[in-house]
């Protein structure tokens, strides 16, 4: 069965840069969400998308930004990075419209160190 | 969304079960207990959630009391590839994962 993809699944940049990270669900997946996993911590939620509108924020620097588009994609724009946004960045999809509870399941992560 | 609390580490021997608590007493009515994995750095693997019911899949099977305020994950035969940490979380329907610590399960051989 397909699953959710992300891209690039490893990204090095330098302090001061930005950064695109990229989200595609599994088909037919309408929901979106963005975690960061900063090194020895656990998953921490960051923003989610239903039908391109956001639904949820969370803890997500204002440096930060993210959409939804169309084809259900989300892109996830780091500007000014900072050494603290080293982290794995996971993305997780799902089909809200379907059920009541809508099971989240994840991508493989983007690793994204910042020197 | 509810608190929950599980032990740090667990250790199970290959093929035997392992029994994963976690504490959720403040849980609401309409919050449900979601269980997932993360074996080392890779995306959290859905597992099984339940509402009030016991449950079951072809990966593990989720009883939680009757007064919902704590479940147990069982994995009945577990192997060295289910080394990994078990988060359990409780969320309403739609809303966002709150990890905890969860719990880091060792398998040995």
């Known amino acids: 069965a397909a699953g959710v993809i992300q891209s690039p699944r490893h990204l090095i940049k330098e302090k001061r840069e930005t950064a695109t990270l990229k989200c595609y669900p599994i088909?037919?997946?309408?929901?979106v969400y963005w975690y960061q996993q900063g090194p020895g911590q656990d998953p921490q939620f960051l923003i989610s998308?239903?039908?391109?509108?956001?639904?949820d924020k969370g803890s997500i620097p204002d440096r930060f930004s993210a959409q939804q588009f169309s084809d259900y994609h989300s892109e996830l724009n780091m500007s000014s990075l900072e050494l603290g946004d080293s982290a794995l960045y996971f993305c997780?999809?799902?089909?809200?419209?379907?059920?009541?509870?809508?099971?989240?399941?994840f991508g493989p992560g983007t690793r994204l160190t910042v020197l | 969304d509810a608190k929950t609390t599980q032990p740090p580490s667990m250790d199970c021997a290959e093929g035997r079960a392992a029994n994963l608590p976690c504490n959720h007493s403040t849980i609401s009515g309409n919050e449900y207990v979601y269980w997932y994995r993360q074996i080392h750095s890779q995306g959290p693997q859905y597992i099984i959630h339940g509402l009030k019911n016991n449950e079951t899949n072809e990966m593990a099977s989720l009883i939680i009391t009757e007064d919902r305020k704590s479940s147990t994950l069982i994995l009945p035969h577990a192997t060295l590839r289910d080394t990994a940490v078990y988060y359990c979380?409780?969320?309403?329907?739609?809303?966002?994962?709150?990890f905890g610590q969860g719990t880091e399960l060792s398998v040995k051989p």
């Open positions: 997780a999809s799902s089909f809200l419209r379907r059920t009541s509870t809508d099971t989240q399941y």
């Open positions: 998308f239903y039908e391109k509108m956001q639904s």
């Open positions: 088909p037919r997946h309408d929901t």
């Open positions: 979380i409780v969320r309403v329907e739609r809303g966002k994962l709150i």
